[in-house]
């Protein structure tokens, strides 16, 4: 339990970053599921959006172009949301810098648990309910957090990567090495690489069982159990930087120095 509560701060081993991961696969396997139940739509699949723009557009269908672009657009403001906040973070030396944006994803769960049906009533510019839009944001932002922590290696809210990877290193493992084959050319499979892919397609498998089986029977009252799970992940990281008032002192220099910067700010003199 221990290390489950410092999975999210920024200093991590590679073991903590695979256990991130799976966490982060579990809770995108669950919103991604239940989210076809609501919503009759993965809001994660942007590979299925993007070609429904150029079907909507050979169609002249309008309403088939303008929802596509709607998840287009939240997917990506989403993960460009996670850039800012990472980044911040990471010149701003807090540990929390990834546990941040996870902290938001838990925040806008809750609305969406006690209000989730009345948002699929909210039409938006775009022909499709809020919800879309709002689930499209978070699967978004998740993504982008672990990208940035696995340096583009690990994604958890959709398959597709993980699954080719993972055959390739199947591919490898099935090789066969003629004798005689110097060690330097011989073809050897990543078995940590092979943990990590299989980890993440089963931890995704399972949080679908999950948030499938969860909107079935209870609702949208199901998101609350995975905000709580973002949350416990989140607030150790945040706790540390809390105390050292990291936060305060941060916002008081970004304050000082626009102020210095300021038109017609007369300058600091020397003593």
Same mark, same amino acid.
């Given at each position: 339990?221990r290390?489950?509560l410092h ?9 903590t970053t ?5 966490v ?5 396997g ?20 993007a070609?429904?723009?150029a ?5 002249g ?6 929802? /596509?672009l ?12 996670t ?7 990471r ?5 929390? /810098?990834?546990?941040l ?10 609305p ?6 009345i948002?699929l009533?909210w ?19 998740q ?7 696995s ?5 958890t809210?959709?398959m ?24 330097? /050319? ?27 089986a ?40 970004a ?17």
């Amino acid at each position: 339990m221990r290390r489950l509560l410092h999975i999210a701060d920024r200093h991590r081993t590679p073991s903590t970053t695979r256990l991130l991961g799976f966490v982060l696969a579990f809770n995108a396997g669950a919103i991604n599921a239940g989210g076809l139940l609501v919503v009759h739509s993965y809001t994660s699949h942007m590979s299925g959006f993007a070609s429904q723009v150029a079907d909507g557009l050979v169609l002249g269908d309008a309403t088939l172009l303008l929802s /596509a672009l709607g998840a287009l657009l939240a997917f990506t403001a989403g993960a460009a949301c996670t850039a800012l906040i990472v980044n911040w973070g990471r010149q701003h030396h807090l540990r929390s /810098a990834y546990a941040l944006p996870m902290l938001l994803e838990a925040g806008l769960l809750l609305p969406f648990g006690l209000m989730g049906a009345i948002t699929l009533t909210w039409e938006t510019p775009f022909t499709v309910p809020l919800t879309v839009l709002l689930l499209s944001f978070i699967m978004g932002l998740q993504n982008a957090v672990s990208s940035k922590l696995s340096g583009g290696r690990m994604r958890t809210t959709h398959m597709t990567g993980n699954l080719t990877d993972l055959g390739i290193e199947l591919g490898k493992l099935l090789y066969w090495n003629r004798h005689g084959t110097p060690p330097e /050319a011989q073809v050897r499979s990543n078995f940590s690489r092979m943990q990590l892919y299989g980890g993440l397609l089963a931890m995704f498998i399972a949080g679908g069982l999950f948030g499938a089986a969860g909107f079935k029977y209870v609702g949208f009252l199901w998101v609350m159990p995975l905000a709580a799970l973002l949350l416990t992940v989140a607030l150790t990281p945040l706790r540390h930087d809390l105390r050292r008032s990291v936060y305060l002192r941060s916002l008081l220099t970004a304050i000082w120095a626009r102020l210095r910067r300021r038109p017609g700010a007369r300058p600091t003199q020397s003593p």
